[in-house]
């Protein structure tokens, strides 16, 4: 496995585009692996939409990778996200990372736009099979519940012959989706040993079916900061978590040190997972970039060296 090491958003926290452009700008010649950014399509919180963010990143970046973490399937049209994946990878030479899932049932799209949430896991489960699909067939018929297509191509195709195809969520059915479809798989908000049982689970399942997803294909998302947990700028976000998912935010946020980021990127990789998304937990442009460059200078060549090393644990 290699491990390696992106940088993620899911509110924009930057007052203007110049101030986004500048993080964007830092992590690409900082090193950074990929960078990734939330799917929200209504709501107070001021974030950018993901599609448009990947649009962008492949016309201002030249090395850098970015994805979608990840987008809600039940709430697009399979087609039309199937051919933004297709040009977006295009204009960018092969640089996107693709990643889908069902979306929470508490997100305010549900309501806000009257759409089923008892319906979003069938609904994503049509649309991946025609997204896939799209990806690889000349001309593609499909007779779903949902979706119906008669002769749907699209061109050009992915500049990568076999685009990723990365999957989100921790239910069984996430899981089973995994196996079944997807080239890998990305944690949410599962703490280590959640998503030690989660890869299990899902490599299981993938023997089951007769397929393969490679080691390095598991991935974890972490909100980071270089400071103290009793911070301001961190009680919003860590009372969301536990208002959300009932358990302690320090078990999921890694608050404290470069050593402290680390250790939990460490309890990750022992649990399975080798790519990462950091998220700075910060409130304002300047926080933002100081915490991002403190990431890139004190624990992206620390992790570097420790877990890719010939004689590390995951050589």
């Known amino acids: ?24 700008d830092m992590c690409e010649e900082g090193g950074v692996d990929s960078l990734w950014q939330t ?3 209504v709501g107070p919180q001021p974030m950018l939409e993901c599609m448009s963010v990947m649009a962008a990143l492949a016309g201002r970046t030249r090395r ?15 087609v039309l996200v199937a051919k933004q994946c297709a040009t977006i990878d295009f204009l960018s030479g092969g640089r996107l990372l693709p990643a889908f899932g069902i979306g929470s049932p508490l997100a305010p799209e549900w309501q806000a736009l009257g759409v089923e ?26 007779a779903g519940r949902y979706f119906q297509l008669s002769g749907a191509s ?41 998503v030690a049982t989660i890869i299990a689970g899902i490599r299981r399942e993938v ?9 390095d294909h598991f991935g974890a998302s972490i909100p980071f900061f270089f400071g103290d947990a009793t911070d301001p700028l961190l009680v919003k976000p860590m009372e969301a978590y536990r208002a959300r998912t009932g358990h302690d935010a320090l078990a999921f ?10 250790e939990r ?35 992206l060549p620390v992790a570097s060296t420790l877990f890719n090393a010939p004689s590390g644990k995951c050589s």
């Open 117 to 142: 949430t008892r319906t979003r896991g069938r609904k994503t489960d049509e649309a991946l099979d025609i997204i896939s699909r799209l990806w690889r067939e000349d001309h593609v018929d499909y």
């Open 154 to 194: 699209i061109w050009p195709r992915p500049v990568q012959s076999n685009l990723p195809l990365w999957i989100g969520g921790g239910s069984d059915a996430a899981i089973r989706r995994t196996a079944r479809i997807g080239t890998g798989w990305i944690a949410g908000a599962e703490t280590p040993a959640k």
């Open 265 to 299: 990127i460490a309890a990750y990789v022992e649990a399975g997972v080798s790519k990462f998304i950091l998220r700075p937990a910060a409130g304002t442009d300047a926080i933002a970039l100081q915490q991002t460059r403190r990431a890139i200078e004190e624990v």
């Open 1 to 24: 496995m290699t491990v390696a090491i992106g940088l993620g958003l899911s509110e924009c926290l930057f007052s203007d585009a110049a101030g986004y452009w500048r993080w964007v």
């Open 253 to 262: 946020f890694a608050v404290g040190t470069a050593e402290t980021i680390i």
């Open 207 to 215: 023997k089951a079916a007769r397929r393969h997803i490679d080691d």
């Open 64 to 78: 850098i990778k970015f994805g979608m973490n990840v987008v809600s399937l039940a709430l697009r049209d399979p």
């Open 39 to 41: 799917d929200r399509l």
